[in-house]
């Protein structure tokens, strides 16, 4: 039995370092903007599509986390298996949060369907996690070429960014126009301008963790890449922008653009001189409080500027992001240097 | 050519490199060694502008090997020791992307690309993603990526390692030919046997400082010998417990 409490002390501390990477929705734009400026009533939205994104990589099978290579090296017997088996799940806080919902709904605290959706949407969650989903661009496969020699780092960037769970939280609200769309239901005008913010918000903190998923692996390459920063950077703009167009599509695609550049203009600095670290299917680090609090006004002030008044306010919005790019690319350069 | 003089590498009060002086001359495969922690892969990383010089100078290619410019670095090819792969990318758009950046035209690069697949032993895994490779698939693609342009100067940063007899004979093959038409390769490795096949010049460090220069002809005993001699003489302890029976 010392051996298997030793592994699963081990699995409570991998748990443990996953979980505080979840939780980096802490500093998280539209997180922050849900809290300080949207009323109580929009922010239970915001925090439900919240729920949702993170329930599935909480409940990630922890065994995932022992190499199957080791796993099948250790010197344990089938029982010894069968009981990490069993006991791993427990593990998990979410296997204990789902039982003390069972014991309200037992007592009559909680409703069936409330422990049924989370039960289902834990159990969804864990049995996902242990399918052979692969662990970088696999799932993206298929992105389009695009002309010129920044063909292959603009797909690759796409590819980084289809794995964070950012895009997957401003697809939700983009997806929920639609379904308003679909129902005909009417929106106010006003509203599309403000789900337009939330999902440029939504995937602001991308633009300040750009080179989150390239590692060092990425940074030597590009070191040996005869390619200038603003090069280098404007093939993670182009990736960035090729996903928020499609999901402003259905709400205010232009003042989304324009959104969007702000964020890029504001997040190249963060990008090149922190050099955030991001992890897969995470949400991307947002730890710059007051970078974010510039993005969000930056980012509510385009949109709106854009989409009250005239399409001719992107004109500044581009500037500003090729500004940006290309004084970020200067550093990126130097800093590659040293 | 490849040349230092002085190069010099702190970190803080540690000096990784010390007062590097060294040539390699046209045509010329040479071999560094030295163990880990010599200061190798940081020499080589000055030299391909990875990293800063806290002092001395280097010249590859006529140009300033610190200066990092956009110019030396199309000249040169590297294997870097962390290979420098992207995970989201397969085998065959990093050198799709290697063509493309360094201005190949699609033609060229597709052609070099297949052949290097191919000789390489890579062909089965072109659309694997990096992240999803073996190591010897990444080294090889890393391999590849530094030849594709068809550099004037070769840098390789142990590329023998976790590679396989078959190919590591196509590697040493196409180096010496590379060599033949007057491209200077300068690599590091641990493995000797490929040094005596390969190496014409011999450059060994120890705490990183020159021990010897000279060619590999020159080396007046067994190159292992000499290598216990001038760099690090191997710990001879004996574990009893190992292989004793069990408590």
Redesign the interface.
């Known amino acids: 039995m010392a051996r298997l409490a030793t592994i699963l002390r081990a699995l409570i501390q991998a748990q443990t370092r996953d979980q505080k990477s979840i939780l980096s929705l802490a500093g998280n734009n539209l997180f922050i903007t849900s809290i300080f400026v949207m009323g109580p009533a929009a922010g239970v939205f915001i925090y439900i599509i919240f729920g949702l994104i993170i329930l599935f990589p909480l409940s990630t099978d922890p065994m995932r986390k022992i190499p199957a290579s080791r796993l099948s090296l250790w010197p344990l017997d089938r029982r010894e298996h069968w009981i990490l088996r069993a006991l791993s799940p427990w593990v998990n806080p979410m296997t204990w949060a789902i039982a003390a919902l069972a014991i309200w709904a037992a007592k009559g605290k909680a409703s069936v369907g409330l422990l049924s959706l989370a039960a289902g949407l834990v159990v969804s969650g864990f049995v996902l996690s242990s399918l052979p989903i692969?662990?970088?661009?696999?799932l993206?496969?298929h992105v389009p070429k695009f002309p010129?020699?920044?063909?292959?780092?603009i797909?690759?960037?796409l590819?980084?960014m289809l794995?964070t769970l950012d895009v997957y939280c401003a697809l939700l609200l983009s997806l929920s126009t639609i379904g308003f769309r679909l129902a005909r239901l009417p929106i106010p005008r006003e509203a599309l301008l403000i789900i337009t913010v939330l999902v440029v918000v939504a995937l602001s903190n991308y633009a300040q963790s750009l080179f989150g998923?390239?590692?060092?692996?990425?940074r030597?390459?590009y070191?040996?890449?005869?390619?200038?920063g603003w090069r280098v950077l404007a093939a993670k703009d182009i990736a960035f922008l090729l996903v928020i167009v499609p999901l402003t599509l259905p709400l205010a695609p232009i003042s989304g653009l324009a959104g969007a550049l702000i964020a890029l203009a504001i997040g190249h600095r963060n990008s090149v001189n922190i050099r955030p670290t991001g992890i897969r299917w995470r949400f991307s680090i947002g730890i710059f409080l007051m970078d974010g609090f510039q993005q969000v006004a930056g980012i509510a002030i385009a949109t709106s500027l854009v989409f009250l008044y005239s399409p001719l306010f992107l004109i500044p919005c581009i500037a500003a992001c090729a500004g940006s790019a290309w004084w970020a690319g200067r550093t990126f350069?130097l800093l590659?240097?040293? | 050519m490849i040349a230092c003089r002085n190069l010099t590498r702190s970190f803080g009060d540690f000096k990784a490199v010390d007062n590097l002086t060294f040539e390699v001359k046209q045509g010329t495969i040479c071999a560094f060694l030295g163990p880990n922690g010599a200061g190798k892969s940081t020499t080589l990383k000055m030299l391909t502008g990875l990293l800063a010089a806290t002092s001395g100078e280097a010249e590859v290619c006529g140009l300033n090997a610190l200066s990092n410019s956009v110019e030396l670095k199309r000249r040169i090819g590297v294997l870097p020791e962390d290979l420098g792969l992207f995970d989201d990318l397969t085998i065959e758009e990093h050198l799709s992307l290697t063509g493309s950046v360094y201005g190949l035209d699609k033609q060229t690069s597709r052609t070099r690309t297949d052949q290097l697949l191919r000789v390489l032993s890579l062909e089965h895994g072109r659309n694997t993603f990096a992240a999803a490779s073996s190591q010897g698939m990444r080294k090889k693609t890393a391999f590849a990526m530094a030849l594709l342009p068809n550099p004037q100067v070769l840098f390789l940063d142990e590329p023998f390692e976790a590679i396989d007899p078959v190919t590591s004979k196509v590697m040493r093959d196409l180096l010496q030919s590379i060599a033949a038409r007057g491209v200077p390769v300068f690599f590091t490795t641990h493995i000797l046997s490929a040094v005596e096949q390969i190496a014409a010049q011999l450059i060994m460090i120890r705490q990183g400082k020159i021990v010897w220069d000279g060619p590999v002809a020159d080396v007046p005993v067994s190159l292992e010998q000499h290598y216990f001699d001038l760099v690090e003489a191997p710990v001879l302890e004996e574990l009893e417990w190992l292989g004793s029976p069990r408590s």
Not at chain 1, 148 to 153: E, V
Not at chain 1, 213 to 218: I, M, P, S, T, Y
Not at chain 1, 223 to 228: E, V, Y
Request: no cysteine; glycine share 16%; aromatic share 2%.
């Open positions: 692969p662990r970088s661009g696999g993206w496969r010129g020699p920044l063909n292959q780092l797909r690759k960037d590819r980084g794995s998923l390239d590692g060092e692996n990425g030597v390459r070191a040996l890449l005869p390619l200038q350069d590659l240097d040293n």
